[in-house]
């Protein structure tokens, strides 16, 4: 993954505690809100790249880059991970996606209605 000023990165660890996953974003200008920014007046938005770099804990090994398509832009964020499998969920304002952690894919997703916004998820482990 490639840093600068305008790019930024936030970190996921799966919870089998095997995959460190990194989610790249970028500041930019939030046209909903308003069109044009100052960061250092805190008027820029974290704008989501879909580019997911994942990483093995015990190595430290690049396995591999993972791309959300279409890019989340403003909207997604990660849900949470499988605790039986190296696989995460990651939801943006029209789809679930399932990432396969061994295999660097997006193995699935699921379709979300117009207009869903989730307020809460809640995980449980049986």
């Known amino acids: 993954m490639v840093a ?7 970190a996921h660890l799966s919870s089998n505690g095997r995959r460190l996953v990194i ?5 930019r200008a939030d046209r909903r ?8 007046r805190g008027k ?11 990483y093995d ?13 279409p890019t989340p832009g403003f909207s997604g964020w990660f849900l949470g991970s499988f605790p039986t499998k190296n696989a995460m969920l990651f939801y943006n304002a029209s789809k ?10 997006i193995s699935g997703s699921l379709d979300l209605p117009p207009s869903f916004e989730p307020e809460s998820v809640f995980f449980s482990p049986k």
Not at 33 to 40: I, Q
Not at 57 to 69: K, N, V
Not at 96 to 105: A, C, P, Q, S, T
Request: glycine share 12%; charged share 20%; no cysteine.
């Open 4 to 10: 600068g000023p305008d790019l930024g990165s936030t």
């Open 23 to 27: 989610e790249q974003y970028e500041w």
């Open 33 to 40: 809100t308003a069109a044009s920014f100052s960061r250092a």
């Open 44 to 54: 820029a938005s974290l704008y989501k790249t879909g580019k997911i770099a994942v």
């Open 57 to 69: 804990t015990d190595t430290g090994a690049l396995l591999g880059p993972i791309q959300i398509t």
């Open 96 to 105: 679930i996606y399932i990432m396969d952690l061994e295999g660097m894919e």
